[in-house]
């Protein structure tokens, strides 16, 4: 072989390699570093070891509240959502009946939402001038809102169900699903009445998913924060809450650290006990054909419990977005277009106004941004990974390497946006990597919550690319180039598209990392929703819903392309 | 007298279309009686009606001369083996053996030798402790057989218990799971789409189509005298002409004339069966002016080695049959035959 042919080859290995080293340093940078950061604040504020502000978690009285709070909300909206979900899923899973593919879809839908637009939602709907308090007042001609749930613990529970619900209900009807029936009619053929027969049998075998679904609610209520800041008020705090005002409003940032560290540590424990559930929900249990295990619905009984809960589902979900969408359209007297039109024209009123519409332009931008990096870099990680597992492609080290890598990209899935938010706040604010004032900090930061999902999107299509399938086509006479439109293209492209419509909504709504990192003349759609809904006056209150919808509207559009495209993808 | 009687039982999941229609049958204390058929017959609904997990539109089931509707089927004291064992997964082989037992309040001592009695008539003595994941195919089978037969249930049910089971694995349970019914004495309604396990375990079979029975008999009468086309078709003949009766007892096909021992009762369309078992077999010249009654001649289309016989294929009269003939057979592919056959092996099936 030629030397210079050689040098080649070497030289485009070192591309190659190098190319798909990429997403590793981009998290080393951007994850890693970060995160670095906030443990050497927290544990070495002055560099030496100082465990001071560690320790003020179980010393100050305001931080132990905050921690009893945190747990014991997680807890009740853990009970509340499962206790929900439980029936709901028995119903998907047991039974066909019309209209399941659209409950099944509204019921998802949640998943999506940003959470400032399901806060906002629930100001529409149970809010002091809310859509429900808006009907009992003229209804009983009453002088004062009669449901106060705003700044409420209630309020606060009740956006929790509706927003994990989904995901409860999906977990645990998918897993329904594959428990086969003739294990409970088995049961009752040896004398189990059907409640024992649940007892004895459904439940023990449930529960795995069960505990699934309550490790990964847990995280999600135990983490919340934009639910907990729009609708709760200055009087309650979760620990990511806590962090936020330590950092922002105090700028007490060794306290936001240490809080930080100990956020990380109950975040890793709690998502090591989802993934290991998760492990044994994919017990071999044997798969039964969807069709065969669902019935119609018959009798009154079986009625009642189907429509009773699809009707559950549409009202949960439903009513908070139609209050949401319906309320952004009427004012004062009657229905109006005006809190839409106000988008769009200047008041300048405010010493840091900015007009929505530009709070809009900027979210549009920056979540384009995210996406194009989300993908590439899912992309290059999906490509490194199936690389790696290939037998045969690589060594047993580069099977191991796989192993270690996939849990590793899906870390910043188990990171709070709030605690990503203040590792960049205190990494990446100064030298030696001072992104402050560029204009890449949020798609950078948004792009790292979302590349989870991108990589979830797209592995699975990269790992139905067999070596044995691009072979065949060379075989049959295809060229390099020829290959990967003929093969790679086809098995990507619909995944590829999933995830890049994942990246673009995840960072349209992201909140907890925003707020740390936005420059106050720039704010994204959420964030401008969020100072709207916290402003006096029932214009800003209409431009906040106003806003609200739109992104809802994305948002629903989007899920419904993710829908369509998702070709039986992985559950998160 | 009855111990199940079926009367006249009808479901229907799609309105116009029943599974099971109007379906009437009884089954003696003891016997094992196999409802047979191709899926969707309408079979497992039959089995499943019986036994409670589902309701029949019309008609009423009986057991021991007490109507069971509305009795709900933990309280009716029979006993399921479902094509899928459905064996607990989270209970080891001894706890699910003894899930029957638990539920009808019997005692620890009563349940452990309960228990290692039936492990023991299924062979599995020493299991109890295993793990149903750890168990083979065969060992789950045994293990819902004896789940299923612990708590001494008054009928058994069988819904393609070997269903899921290889083929050789197939062969020698279907044998024991009639033996070991036999020796308990137990009532069973066995379904299966199976011919060859129907045979082997059943006293009595019932042949279904379309959510009918077509007929009922031991296995011997059945496979000798298939009551229509469809139960022939689905017992493996494969040789159903249509033809017309003439006068005389004859019968026209286009593959020659035909003259069965039980000729049709009048003439007019019917469907002639020639069994495959060749009277007599030799090789015909040349275009037969003149054919014989029962004879056929036709060009060899393929053949194939079965062991202790050779199956044959003929082209004749624009039909395919298929004939059994001995081992020996030494023919070419393309060679010219005329085979005679029996009166016996000749079936008639009046149209109407």
Known sequence: MPDSSRRARTVRRLLTGGLLLLPLLFFALFYFYPLGAILRLGLWPEGRLDTAALGQMFTSRTILGVLWFTLWQAVVSTLLTLALAMPGAYVLARYRFRGQSLIRAVATLPFVLPTVVVAAAFVALVGPSGVVNNWLMDALSLDAPPIRLSQTVWIILLAHVFYNYSVALRLLSAYWQNLPPSLTQAAQMLGASPGRAFVEVTLPLLRPAILAAAALVFTFTFTSFGVIVVLGGPRFATLEVEIYRQAVNLFNLPVAAALSLWQILFTFILMLFYTRTQARISRPLRLGARRAIERPVRTGREKLLVYGNAAAILVLIGAPLLALVGRSLRGASGPTLAYYRALFTNRDDSLFFVPPAEAIGNSVAIALAAMLLAVTLGVLSAQLLTHWERPGGATGRGALLARLLDPLLMLPLATSAVTLGLGYLIALGRPPLNLRASILMLPIAHAVVAAPFVLRSVLPGFRGILPSLREAAAMLGADGPRVWREVDWPLIRRPLLVGALFAFTISLGEFGATIFLVRPETPTLPIAIYRFLGQPGALNYGQALAMSVLLLLVCVVAFLAIEHFRIGGEEF | ?352
């Open chain 2, 1 to 352: 007298m009855a111990l199940l009687e079926v009367r006249d039982v009808t479901r229907s999941f799609v309105p116009g279309t029943a599974a099971v229609a109007g379906v009437s049958l009884d089954i003696a204390p003891g016997e094992i009686l196999c409802l047979l058929g191709p899926s969707g017959c309408g079979k497992t609904t039959l089995l499943r009606i019986i036994a409670g997990l589902e309701t029949a539109d019309r008609g009423a089931v009986r057991f021991d001369g007490r109507d069971l509707a509305g009795v709900p089927p933990h309280a009716r004291d029979f006993g399921m083996m479902f094509q899928d064992f459905a064996l607990f997964p989270h209970k080891n082989v001894f706890d699910n053996v003894a899930f029957g037992l638990r539920m009808r309040q019997a005692s620890r001592a009563e349940i452990a030798a309960r228990v290692a009695e039936m492990l023991a008539m299924v062979d599995l003595d020493g299991f109890g402790a295993r793990q149903i994941a750890q168990l083979s195919g065969g060992e789950q089978q045994r293990v819902a057989l004896a789940r299923a037969l612990a708590p001494g249930p008054r009928l058994l049910m069988l819904d393609e218990p070997l269903g899921a089971l290889d083929r050789a694995l197939r062969e020698r349970l279907m044998v024991d799971v009639r033996a070991i019914l036999k020796r308990v004495g137990m009532t069973a309604v066995y379904v299966t789409h199976d011919q060859t396990e129907a045979f082997a375990v059943a006293d009595r079979l019932a042949v279904m189509n379309a959510g009918q029975i077509e007929q009922v008999g031991a296995p011997p009468a059945v496979y000798e005298r298939p009551a229509t086309p469809f139960v022939a078709r689905f017992l493996g003949f494969e040789n159903l002409l249509p033809g017309v009766a003439g006068g005389a007892g004859e019968i026209a096909t286009a593959v020659g004339r035909f003259r069965p021992a039980s000729p049709p009762s009048r003439p007019g369309k019917v469907t002639l069966l020639i069994k495959p078992a060749a009277a007599q077999l030799e090789a015909a010249a040349g275009p037969a002016d003149v054919v014989a009654e029962n004879t056929i001649t036709g060009v060899v289309e393929a053949a194939a080695f079965r062991g202790r016989f050779c199956q044959v294929w003929l082209a004749a009269g624009g039909q395919r049959l298929l004939f059994e003939v001995g081992s020996e057979f030494d023919y070419q592919i393309g060679d010219r035959l005329r085979i005679a056959i029996s009166p016996d092996q000749l079936l008639v099936y009046e149209a109407g």
